[in-house]
């Protein structure tokens, strides 16, 4: 009888529900298959990993809190237990620069510049409020977004307009914390809400979820609906295959097998056509409670693993 970690966040910082929701109905169908599974803390010191056949990384929200700790987790659980999906896969994708080697493979994305100093950050800001104000004869009012190359749930991420000076402080915020800023134009399509989290277990879709537009202009949050209540969306045969070769060109870059699961976060525009926003390889929140015939697959890929 195979014995699988389901592996969850132990932070009250983050929604207990959500972490129980969506674990809650993998466990099940994982037992109901034969198996051994329990949701585990990923910090929970009296853990013995070599217990488990395998460890499912699926909530484990507070790593950039406890990144040391985290670091060093993959490495003690990973000498000792199969881990899923490959740590060596996890520390690519925890850095959003990997973006931009899938760009270089041949996956459209929305144009970013990586800004690893103030004076950097100084220009790009005036570059986008010179230029559009150029092209548009001074009247329109751009908007960019700012965000850390590292980071989770939206943290020190804004809308602003270029010339307004929250813009410059968010990124001498995340400057300051030895990050590296990313600045993209604002994508009217996200703003509209238009934004599609396309689910795939081992290679195959499962569902597709609505994400909700996130960010209010001049900083802030709108919400989004992609937690609190997703839509369920359909999908066209362009957008799998387009998550079909994301998750290709990732093995290309990577050298690593197919992973067990994966979100890719797409958003067809009108300026740059269908694109990759994010490419979530080791904690998305997959909305089982939702979709919850999405479990039965995941399990058997889970058990194929073992």
Do not use: C
Not at 250 to 260: F, I, K, N, R, S
């Amino acid at each position: 009888m195979p014995r699988i970690a389901i592996v969850i966040t132990g932070s009250e910082d983050f929604p207990h529900a959500h972490t129980t929701l969506d674990s809650g109905p993998l466990v099940s169908a994982l037992r109901a298959r034969g198996a051994e599974a329990d949701a585990v803390v990923w910090h929970d010191a009296g853990v013995d990993w070599s217990a488990y056949d395998v460890a499912v990384l699926r909530s484990p929200w507070d790593y950039l809190e406890r990144g040391e700790e985290w670091e060093a987790w993959l490495d003690r659980a990973s000498a000792v237990t199969t881990v899923l999906n490959d740590p060596a896969l996890v520390r690519w994708n925890m850095d959003k620069r990997y973006l931009d080697q899938l760009e270089q493979a041949g996956i459209p994305g929305v144009p970013t510049r990586w800004l690893e100093d103030e004076a950097s950050l100084r220009a790009a800001l005036a570059e986008a409020a010179d230029g559009a104000g150029a092209a548009d004869g001074g009247a329109a009012e751009p908007h960019v977004v700012l965000k850390p190359a590292v980071s989770a749930g939206a943290k020190h991420t804004g809308l602003f307009s270029p010339a307004d000076p929250a813009a410059a402080e968010l990124g001498r915020q995340i400057l300051a914390e030895g990050g590296v800023v990313m600045l993209q134009p604002e994508v009217a399509e996200l703003s509209e809400g238009r934004e599609k989290a396309l689910y795939v277990v081992d290679g195959h879709f499962t569902h597709s979820i609505s994400k909700g537009a996130l960010l209010a202009r001049g900083g802030g949050l709108r919400g989004g609906t992609y937690q609190e209540s997703p839509q369920v969306m359909q999908t066209s045969a362009e957008e799998r295959a387009f998550a079909e070769r994301v998750l290709t060109a990732v093995a290309e870059v990577t050298g690593q097998d197919m992973p067990l699961y994966a979100r890719i976060d797409t958003v067809d525009t009108a300026a740059h056509g269908l694109v990759l926003l994010e490419a979530e390889l080791f904690e998305p929140l997959f909305n089982l409670h939702v979709v919850s015939e999405a479990a039965e697959p995941f399990a058997d890929a889970i058990l194929r693993r073992v």
